[in-house]
């Protein structure tokens, strides 16, 4: 059993042990053969955030083979406790063994083929990954973009698919980790009910963090991660994917690859029994099995709530230290802030002192569009108001010390 103590104090013998730590690694001190000891730290950018305590200790368990009638029941339930966290209600829903990128890319090449029309809302950085993705398979993209910090508004989205009603999907960030960004997806959901049209949604950092309710909502193609609100160790990409994105996925003119057949990976994690497919990393299931049995037990409206009340304290706190956040506030996400650098502050500095003096890691600006910008997460076990007052606690106080230097 594992026990990790993620609220540590950030007095000087901690400060002490960060700058040990770093010595060692970077100055590479450590024998090759010497047992790995990284540092400690909170975990508060854009993600990885800090996996549960459970969720440590299930990866511990003894490994089952990948065809062993016990671990294919954990399997199961872990595709049905998924199906709940993302609000599905008859939607495929299974991790794959890969990064929420691979989500993206598999949703892409699974619904589009070369030459077909798609329409993306870009306002930040992952959008434009979407675009880039979608290019690379050939797609015809539109863009339809808006600021750093803004929503794309739906009603632009449905113009441009007035203007190309043959477009086989649109696809939006529902939680923009570039710029702390939340999309009205549910909302546009209901606006494109009854065209044939797909919607597919990036939700790495929405799931088990904000309402999301791909049934309900019309969302066609949904993925996420696991390390993010869902808590869990990084490395499987959890995807939602509906009927009529199926069928279009079985009536598509290209071959996708081996690795992310969507009906393939349905015969191995869901149809009984089994039909081998590849080798699940075993500790993964594990962990998100606790994660997500953890999100079940917590209760999705108390879960959201729980972010919320993190993200609102965080806010408080950097406003009333002179701080701004760059989303705009009819939209912001509440698991990830990203705040406003000021004048002349040297934002780069400010994290590492933050992350060697304080233990705690934030995020910068993402690519080269990105404005001068801290990526604040408050995600899974470390969204609640004592790591907002901790981290809100500690930039100011950095802050105050170089402005007075």
């Given at each position: 059993m594992v026990s990790?103590?993620?609220?540590s104090p950030s007095g000087p013998e901690r400060r002490d042990d960060a700058r040990t730590a770093h010595a060692s690694v970077s100055g590479h001190n450590r024998s090759p053969m010497s047992e790995l000891s990284p540092p400690s730290r909170l975990l508060c950018g854009p993600g990885p955030t800090n996996a549960e305590p459970a969720v440590l200790e299930a990866m511990q368990l003894p490994i089952l083979g990948h065809m062993d009638p016990d671990?294919?029941?954990?399997?199961?339930?872990?595709v049905d406790l998924l199906g709940r966290a993302y609000g599905a209600?008859?939607?495929?829903?299974?991790?794959?063994q890969s990064t929420g990128t691979s989500g993206m890319e598999t949703g892409i090449a699974s619904l589009v083929d070369p030459g077909d029309v798609v329409i993306i809302g870009v306002n930040g950085y992952f959008g434009a990954r979407m675009v880039e993705i979608a290019e690379r398979w050939g797609a015809e993209v539109v863009r339809v973009d808006a600021d750093w910090g803004e929503?794309?508004?739906?009603?632009?989205l449905l113009g441009a698919l007035d203007d190309h009603p043959g477009a086989r999907l649109v696809a939006i960030v529902h939680a923009e980790t570039s710029t702390g960004v939340e999309h009205p997806l549910a909302e546009l959901g209901a606006q494109l009910s009854g065209r044939d049209t797909l919607l597919m949604a990036d939700c790495v950092t929405s799931l088990g963090g904000v309402e999301l309710r791909v049934g309900d909502w019309g969302v066609d193609y949904a993925y996420s991660c696991t390390q993010k609100c869902l808590g869990s160790a990084p490395g499987m990409s959890p995807i939602a994917v509906s009927e009529r994105a199926l069928q279009r996925f079985d009536a598509r003119r290209t071959t996708l690859p081996f690795t992310f057949d969507l009906r393939l990976l349905e015969r191995y994690w869901v149809n009984r029994p089994a039909t081998y497919h590849h080798t699940v990393p075993v500790?993964?299931?594990y962990a998100l099995h606790a994660a997500l049995t953890g999100v079940v037990?917590?209760?999705?409206?108390?879960?959201?709530?729980?972010?919320r009340a993190a993200?609102?304290?965080?806010?408080?706190r950097i406003g009333a230290g002179g701080l701004e956040l760059l989303a705009d506030p009819e939209h912001r996400l509440a698991p990830l802030s990203a705040v406003r650098v000021p004048e002349g502050a040297d934002g780069a500095a400010v994290q590492r002192e933050l992350l060697y003096e304080h233990g705690i890691e934030v995020g910068g600006g993402?690519?080269?569009a990105a404005p001068p910008i801290w990526r604040v997460g408050l995600m899974g076990h470390n969204a609640n108001e004592a790591t907002a007052d901790r981290v809100a606690g500690a930039l100011l106080e950095v802050l105050g010390r170089r402005s007075s230097n």
């Open positions: 990790v103590t993620l609220l671990l294919q029941d954990i399997l199961l339930e872990v209600s008859g939607e495929l829903v299974l991790p794959l929503h794309v508004p739906n009603e632009r500790p993964q299931v037990e917590e209760g999705l409206e108390a879960r959201w709530e729980r972010h993200a609102a304290r965080f806010a408080q993402l690519g080269p």
